[in-house]
């Protein structure tokens, strides 16, 4: 792995640097947002502990995902966090559950906002229900929740 393919994939696994009015404000580590933005919008992720956030970071490192989806989601956790020090002065993960409701409703109105819950919510959907091959839905929880019985034949391999 090159250098610069390691700081790349590195995003969710290091820290995300929030600035409030040109200065440092905070560093979050964009892995405890996505996971926290997730169980707020779906309960259901933690209920059934679906590895919803390590699906996301799998989707960044995929080599078919496009850079622009990629870059979405990085800029999605970065804009998230900026909403919350203007609203609440702390960063996300740092919110009661009021508050973030309150700015998940907020950000909902905004073009970007309402976009990026779209692509967390479908990721998180893809965790629950996807084959545990890919490290999520583990023992089947979601299909047993949904009460689905599997096709087959069941993938061989990961492809993500």
């Known amino acids: ?48 502990q679906s590895n919803s956030a390590l699906y996301v970071l799998k989707i960044l490192n995929h080599s078919k995902i496009s850079n622009a989806d990629k870059q979405f989601i990085r800029n999605g956790v970065k804009w998230l966090n900026e909403e919350a020090i203007t609203l609440y002065g702390n960063t996300y993960t740092k919110l009661s559950y009021e508050q973030r409701q309150t700015l998940l409703q907020t950000i909902s109105q905004t073009r970007w906002g309402n976009s990026f819950m779209y692509a967390m919510l479908a990721y998180s959907m893809e965790s629950i229900l996807g084959d545990p091959i890919y490290e999520i839905n583990t023992d089947q929880k979601g299909w047993k929740w949904l009460e689905h019985e599997t096709g087959y034949p069941r993938p061989q391999k990961a492809f993500l």
């Open 1 to 48: 792995m090159t250098r610069r393919v390691f700081v790349k994939n590195s995003f969710l696994t290091v820290a995300l640097l929030v600035f409030s009015k040109g200065k440092l404000f905070a560093t979050v580590t964009p892995l405890q947002t996505i996971a926290l933005l997730q169980e707020d919008l779906l309960p259901l992720v933690k209920q059934l």
